[in-house]
């Protein structure tokens, strides 16, 4: 599955909340997201062998409500998030500045190899 190699800016929707702590936040969002929720869950299944809850999942990127996060494994989930965040956004700003389509199953490979790196980081 693809997304094509064509970015609509006008499918995003714009939502600015005032925030007593941090300013004003802007959260952007996209009809993209079930695609990109698929790297998601198949990326946490495969470490994990479940699904993410969705809702503590956003608390914990959006919210950083690393709270939610057990401590005995705080390591290996952090790992998980930062090598999925990371492989997302390579592949959208590929999308962005190259036309580069969004693949599913490349995104999810491309978590892997990140969350392989961050947990046996090369000896120099």
């Given amino acids: 599955m693809s997304l094509g190699s064509k970015l609509d800016v006008t499918c995003f929707k714009i939502d600015v909340n005032p925030n007593k702590y941090f300013g004003t936040s802007v ?25 993410p809850e969705e809702n503590n999942l ?10 939610l996060i ?16 990371v492989a997302l956004w390579r592949s959208y700003w590929s999308l962005v500045f190259n036309s ?7 995104v999810f490979r491309s978590a ?11 000896d120099d």
């Avoid at 956003?58 to 709270?67: A, F, K, P, Q, S």
């Fill in 27 to 51: 959260r952007v969002t996209c009809p993209w997201r079930p695609v990109r929720w698929s790297v998601w869950t198949r990326t946490w299944g495969t470490i994990f062998y479940c699904e």
């Fill in 58 to 67: 956003l608390r914990v990127i959006m919210d950083l409500r690393w709270n």
């Fill in 70 to 85: 057990p401590p005995h494994s705080f390591t290996r989930y952090t790992n998980v998030v930062q090598g999925a965040m």
């Fill in 100 to 106: 580069h389509p969004f693949v599913p199953e490349q």
């Fill in 112 to 122: 892997l190899k990140i969350i392989h790196s961050l947990e046996h980081p090369p």
